[in-house]
């Protein structure tokens, strides 16, 4: 990084992606074996939760207006906070009521540090600069989700899962009690606007966005609950799972930022979608417990080229705009995702198949969209 302000900005950035993985990721992945074996949820309760999960990121446009009074970076590690005492009374509340609510809280830290955090990113380096840094902050991220996932598996064969969430939960609300003591200097030079806006200028960003939301539902909710439901993976074998991705997210991460400055987020992201189809369809088709595991590993992988929005928006808009168009823009991406898992959740009582056919759907649509991106990486 070239400066000092870049550099405590990068720091600092590591540091709350370390603490947000293993707050996040601890919850993923005890989240659908707790709501299934402890408390007895049914696939259209989980849809209910998930839908509740997604309505702070819808309201993330909100971030706009908090940021009149408090900055970015400590408004990222107040979230951090939020998040850790969400997933530390996961644990202690098992019930259907208590999930709604622990998921709700947890959700609202984990949706407005993304936000906060991808605006840092976006407003403090430039735009060959920020692939780079997304890249190696999901690399890191990668990195903590396999400790995470390692810790998990030795603790569901020591404690119970209560206990797994309330150790993970006090190790966020730690990293976030760090964060807030020791706070970055961060590039005031383009002030951004603080207020609610859409402007035509963006309107593919937001229906890339749009879709994004719709599509990432389906693998976030109803992969891994498949695979708990269906074909019956325990803890440490969902644990296990996520490590595997993590690993190979470790080494690819970084690559796909590489392939976002050299080839444009046009290319990219077709790739990304045309490959969301197939895999989508494959679930469907495929009836072997160790085949499904695959496919959500390659899903995992692609679903890790999204940052190409992100870049996206940053080489279209004016400097002033991006941390309120990235916040809008993270708030359409959840506009459908707090209707889909409660819509899909219905859909899987009927046939459980029905969800990943709308992946299929939601996927050509957004191959045929993406083809309208241009930038200076494109040639047109």
Same mark, same amino acid.
Request: charged residues 15%; without cysteine; negative net charge.
């Given at each position: 990084m070239p400066d000092y302000k870049q550099k405590e900005v990068y720091r600092y950035l590591i540091i709350s992606w370390i603490f947000v993985a293993i707050g996040f990721q601890g919850w993923r992945t005890l989240f659908n074996n707790f709501g299934v074996d402890v408390v007895g949820i049914s696939g259209l309760e989980v849809g209910a939760i998930q839908s509740i999960r997604e309505i702070p990121g819808f309201l993330s446009f909100l971030v706009i207006y908090i940021l009149i009074f408090i900055k970015e970076q400590k408004l990222s590690a107040l979230s951090l906070l939020t998040m850790g005492i969400g997933v530390l009374f996961t644990g202690l509340l098992p019930s259907f009521e208590g999930l709604l609510? !622990? !998921? +709700? %809280?947890?959700s609202v830290g984990f949706h407005y540090f993304e936000t906060t955090s991808s605006s840092l990113i976006l407003q403090n380096f430039n735009k060959v600069d920020s692939s780079i840094v997304f890249g190696k902050l999901r690399a890191v991220m990668s990195l903590s989700n396999i400790g995470v996932g390692a810790v998990i598996v030795g603790l569901s064969y020591a404690f119970p899962i209560e206990y797994n969430f309330l150790l993970i939960g006090l190790v966020t609300v730690a990293g976030s009690i760090y964060l807030l003591i020791?706070? $970055?200097? %961060?590039d005031e030079t383009h002030e951004q606007h603080k207020k609610f806006f859409l402007r035509k200028k963006y309107w593919l960003y937001y229906v890339l966005n749009f879709l994004s939301g719709s599509r990432r539902q389906i693998f976030v909710v109803f992969a891994v609950f498949l695979l708990v439901d269906k074909y019956n993976f325990s803890v440490a074998e969902i644990a296990a799972l996520f490590i595997v991705n993590n690993i190979i997210g470790y080494f690819v991460n970084p690559l796909i930022a590489k392939s976002i400055n050299a +080839?444009?987020?046009r290319k990219v992201l077709s790739f990304e979608y045309i490959a969301l189809i197939f895999i989508f369809y494959a679930y469907t088709q495929?009836?072997?417990k160790w085949g499904v595991a695959l496919l959500y590993i390659l899903d995992h992988i692609f679903f890790n080229f999204s940052f190409g929005l992100k870049t996206y928006l940053q080489k279209i808009a004016d400097p002033k705009d991006i941390a309120p168009s990235n916040a809008v823009g993270f708030a359409i991406n959840h506009i459908a995702a707090v %209707?889909? $898992? +409660? %819509?899909g959740g219905v859909m899987w009582m009927t046939n459980w198949q029905l969800p990943f056919y709308a992946g299929v759907g939601l996927s050509i649509l957004s191959l045929v969209f993406v083809q309208m991106i241009k930038t200076e990486n494109t040639d047109d």
């Open positions: 609510l !622990t !998921t +709700f %809280v947890m020791n706070q $970055p200097k %961060v +080839f444009g987020e495929w009836d072997a %209707v889909i $898992p +409660f %819509v």
